[in-house]
């Protein structure tokens, strides 16, 4: 079975700083998508960045970028210039070969003025 | 009009009482999903339907039951509930199985009594 792994204990952030958050995974696939989503308080799952485990290049979207190392089997997502609106919950997750998306835990963040 | 709907956004039962959550999709995507969410557990899929048939069920138990007449429109009915069951029913729909992201709406908070 795949496994994901998010460590982190909630974390507060500065509005305007920085943040990344912790993902790491287990699998024996060769080809797979890693995900990450953002839930607010409201409960919907929204999607914000995509990695294919052959792309080169980190995925980048706006504010938001993942790095990826695929040797150390981690997908780190970057959010630069915190904002208010992204507290959160932030899910990382995974899609093998199976095609079943397997989802991490959740790192929960929260943005301070 | 929001992607993915779920009616109603809370709901509260006890164990005798038979409900039904309904989820809604206008992207035109043809795979529907039912997923849960506990506290501090990661999301467990419950039960996939690709072109109205149920291609997954994670090993539900039986007092959940499925019903998906369209590609647009899921159903989870809900019979003789346990407290443990209390949980956000969480919806999502993608172009076909297998194809990423999926694209979920808000849930259902649901509360066994």
């Known amino acids: 079975a795949q496994k994901i792994t998010q460590t982190q204990p909630g974390m507060f952030v500065q509005e305007k700083e920085a943040v990344t958050l912790d993902c790491t995974y287990d699998?024996?696939?060769?080809?797979?998508?890693l995900f990450w989503y953002k839930q607010p308080s409201s409960g919907e799952m929204i999607f914000l960045i995509y990695q294919g485990s052959y792309d080169e290049q980190n995925a980048t979207e706006g504010r938001y970028s993942l790095n990826f190392q695929k040797a150390r089997k981690s997908a780190n997502l970057v959010i630069s210039a915190s904002q208010l609106g992204d507290s959160a919950m932030y899910f990382c997750?995974?899609?093998?070969?199976?095609?079943?998306?397997?989802f991490g835990k959740g790192n929960q963040v929260v943005v301070i003025p | 009009e929001t992607g993915v709907t779920q009616t109603p956004r809370h709901l509260v039962m006890g164990m005798t009482n038979k409900k039904s959550l309904k989820c809604e999709q206008h992207?035109?995507?043809?795979?529907m999903y039912w997923y849960k969410q506990s506290a501090k557990k990661p999301l467990e899929l419950m039960f996939v339907?690709?072109?109205?048939?149920?291609?997954e069920n994670n090993s539900v138990p039986s007092r959940f039951s499925p019903e998906c007449p369209n590609s647009s429109h899921l159903f989870l009915h809900l019979h003789t509930l346990q407290p443990e069951d209390s949980a956000l029913y969480l919806c999502?729909?993608?172009?076909?199985?297998?194809?990423?992201?999926?694209?979920f709406g808000n849930g259902t908070r649901l509360t066994v009594t």
């Open positions: 997750a995974m899609n093998p070969e199976s095609n079943r998306l397997a």
């Open positions: 999502a729909s993608s172009p076909r199985q297998g194809d990423s992201p999926l694209h």
């Open positions: 339907y690709n072109f109205k048939e149920q291609t």
């Open positions: 699998t024996s696939d060769q080809s797979y998508g």
């Open positions: 992207l035109g995507h043809n795979a």
